[in-house]
T-cell receptor, first 112, second 118 residues
Framework: AQSVTQPDIHITVSEGASLELRCNYS??????LFWYVQSPGQGLQLLLK??????LVQGIKGFEAEFKRSQSSFNLRKPSVHWSDAAEYFC??????????FGRGTSLIVHP | NAGVMQNPRHLVRRRGQEARLRCSPM?????VYWYRQLPEEGLKFMVY????????ESGMPKERFSAEFPKEGPSILRIQQVVRGDSAAYFC????????????????FGPGTRLTVL
C-alpha cells in the first residue's frame, strides 16, 4: 500500500523567510502528487500538482514543488513567506489509484 | 463556476440521532468522494460515487454509514445512530472523471461539514 509521510508536524518561520515543507511518498512507479492548503475551518485548496514532465512545478500563491524520484520526495517551497500563509499543508499521492493518500499534514506558523 | 458546496457547515447531534451531510459537486463534475478528517490527522477516504453508483466504499465503516449520489440532487452521506467517535470534519470532493495522467484526476474539495456528537 502506498503511503505519504510528512515528517514535520509543525514548522515555524518568520515572515519574509523562505519555506520548505517535506513530503515523502512510497510507490513503485511515478505517482501523481499534490499539495493542498487548509486554512482553519476551511476545506482544502489545491496549490499544485505533478503528473509528469518538468519536475519543478509552479503553483498558486507563489508556491513551487520539486519531484525527486531518487529521494521519493515532493517538497513544497516558497521563497518568502507571508503571514497569510499560516495554515495546514497536506501532501497527497494517487499513484495507481484514483483515491489519493494524504499525509497527516504540516502546520505552518508564521511569526511577524 | 461555483465550487463544491457542502451543507450544513456545522451539525450538532445527540448520540443515537441521524446525521445527513450534503454535497453538491462542481458544475460538470460527475464523481464525488467523501473523506473524514479527525483532529490533527490527514484525510481518510470513505467512499467514491458516480451518479447512481457506488464505485468504491472500501473506506466506509460497515455499519451505520451509507452514501448515495442520485441522478438528481446532491450526494448524501448518512450516519445513523451517531456516536461520539463520529465527531469529525467530513469533506466532499468532486472531479470531472477519473483517468490516467490528466487533469481529470484532480479532486476539488468543499469547505466541509463539522459534525459534533454530544
Amino acid at each position: 500500500a502506498q503511503s505519504v509521510t510528512q515528517p514535520d508536524i509543525h514548522i515555524t518561520v518568520s515572515e519574509g523567510a523562505s519555506l520548505e515543507l517535506r513530503c515523502n511518498y512510497s510507490y513503485g512507479a511515478t505517482p501523481y502528487l499534490f499539495w493542498y492548503v487548509q486554512s482553519p475551518g476551511q476545506g482544502l485548496q489545491l496549490l499544485l500538482k505533478y503528473f509528469s514532465g518538468d519536475t519543478l512545478v509552479q503553483g498558486i500563491k507563489g508556491f513551487e514543488a520539486e519531484f525527486k524520484r531518487s529521494q521519493s520526495s515532493f517538497n513544497l517551497r516558497k521563497p518568502s513567506v507571508h503571514w497569510s500563509d499560516a495554515a495546514e499543508y497536506f501532501c497527497a499521492s494517487s499513484g495507481g489509484s484514483y483515491i489519493p493518500t494524504f499525509g497527516r499534514g504540516t502546520s505552518l506558523i508564521v511569526h511577524p | 463556476n461555483a465550487g463544491v458546496m457542502q451543507n450544513p457547515r456545522h451539525l450538532v447531534r445527540r448520540r443515537g440521532q441521524e446525521a445527513r451531510l450534503r454535497c453538491s459537486p462542481m458544475k460538470g463534475h460527475s464523481h464525488v468522494y467523501w473523506y473524514r478528517q479527525l483532529p490533527e490527522e490527514g484525510l481518510k477516504f470513505m467512499v467514491y460515487l458516480q451518479k447512481e453508483n457506488i464505485i468504491d466504499e472500501s473506506g466506509m465503516p460497515k455499519e451505520r454509514f451509507s452514501a448515495e449520489f442520485p441522478k438528481e440532487g446532491p450526494s448524501i452521506l448518512r450516519i445513523q445512530q451517531v456516536v461520539r467517535g463520529d465527531s469529525a470534519a467530513y469533506f466532499c470532493a468532486s472531479s470531472p472523471r477519473t483517468g490516467a495522467g490528466s487533469n481529470t484526476d484532480t479532486q476539488y474539495f468543499g469547505p466541509g461539514t463539522r459534525l459534533t456528537v454530544l
